[in-house]
C-alpha cells in the first residue's frame, strides 16, 4: 500500500493522497541498446495543498488546492510535469480524479508500452487521446522537463523563449465587505509583487467594481513545492 505523508514546508501543509509506480521497464539498457530517453518508471503523486484564504466565487468555495505531480525517470535523471485541474466543475470538465485515472488507466500505459519520451512525437501520440487536457500537459510537461535536463541547456530556451522575469498574479475572491477585499490586496504586494485582480464585493459593485495593481513579478512556488520531497511506496 502506498504511504500516506503529511508534513509541513514553510505555510501550507500538503499530504500526499496517493503515490503509485506504474511501471517499470526491466531489462531495457542492454549494453548496445542504451538509450536514456526510455524511461525506466513512472510514477503519480497526488498532493492536496492548503490555500492561504479561502477563494470564493459564485458558485462555491475553494479551501484545498490538488495537484497531481508526473515523475519520469530516466537515465538517471528525473523530469516533473503537473497537473492541476480544479475540484468541481467551476473551472473545467476535468476534475482531479478524472484526471488521475486517465493518467493511471490510459496515457501512462500507453506510453510504457511504446516508449516515445521526444516531446514533439509525445504530443503527437497524446493527440490521438479525446479529452483530458490537464492530463495529457502533466505528462507532456515532465517530458519536456527530461529532455530539457539531458539536453543541458534550460526548457525556457528549448521552447524558444527569453530569460527575463516573468509576472506571476493573484486573483482575489468574493468578500462580503470592502475592507475584507482590501486585506489580501495590501497583503499580496508586500509578499513578493505581483498582478492583483479582485472580483467586486457585495454591496460595493458601484462604487468598487475592480481594479489592477502593478507591482514587481514574484517566481511562482509550484516548482519549489513539487521538487523538495521524496515520497515512498514500501
Not at 521497464?25 to 518508471?41: C, E, K, L, V, Y
Request: with cysteine.
Amino acid at each position: 500500500m502506498p504511504r500516506i505523508l503529511s508534513w509541513r514546508a514553510k505555510h501550507p501543509e500538503m499530504t500526499v493522497l496517493h503515490c503509485c509506480t506504474l511501471g517499470r521497464i526491466s531489462g531495457f539498457w542492454a549494453a548496445n541498446r542504451t538509450n536514456s530517453m526510455h524511461p525506466s518508471s513512472i510514477r503519480l503523486h497526488w498532493v492536496r495543498v492548503p490555500l492561504w484564504d479561502p477563494f470564493r466565487i459564485s458558485n462555491g468555495e475553494v479551501s484545498v488546492k490538488d495537484a497531481i505531480l508526473v515523475q519520469i525517470e530516466a537515465g538517471g535523471t528525473t523530469g516533473w510535469g503537473e497537473a492541476s485541474p480544479l475540484a468541481g466543475s467551476a473551472y473545467s470538465g476535468e476534475t482531479p480524479q478524472s484526471t488521475w485515472d486517465f493518467l493511471r488507466q490510459r496515457l501512462v500505459p500507453a506510453l510504457l508500452e511504446q516508449p516515445e519520451l521526444d516531446p514533439l512525437r509525445c504530443f503527437e501520440r497524446l493527440s490521438n487521446f479525446p479529452g483530458e487536457p490537464f492530463a495529457k500537459a502533466g505528462l507532456e510537461g515532465a517530458v519536456w522537463d527530461l529532455y530539457a535536463q539531458q539536453s543541458g541547456v534550460p526548457l525556457w530556451f528549448l521552447l524558444g523563449g527569453h530569460k527575463r522575469p516573468l509576472a506571476s498574479g493573484a486573483t482575489v475572491g468574493l468578500m462580503p465587505d470592502l475592507s475584507e477585499l482590501l486585506n489580501p490586496v495590501q497583503r499580496f504586494p508586500r509578499q513578493g509583487g505581483m498582478w492583483t485582480w479582485c472580483a467586486p464585493c457585495a454591496g460595493a459593485s458601484a462604487t468598487f467594481p475592480s481594479w489592477w495593481t502593478q507591482t514587481r513579478p514574484t517566481s511562482s512556488t509550484t516548482q519549489a513545492f513539487s521538487r523538495n520531497w521524496t515520497a515512498s511506496t514500501s
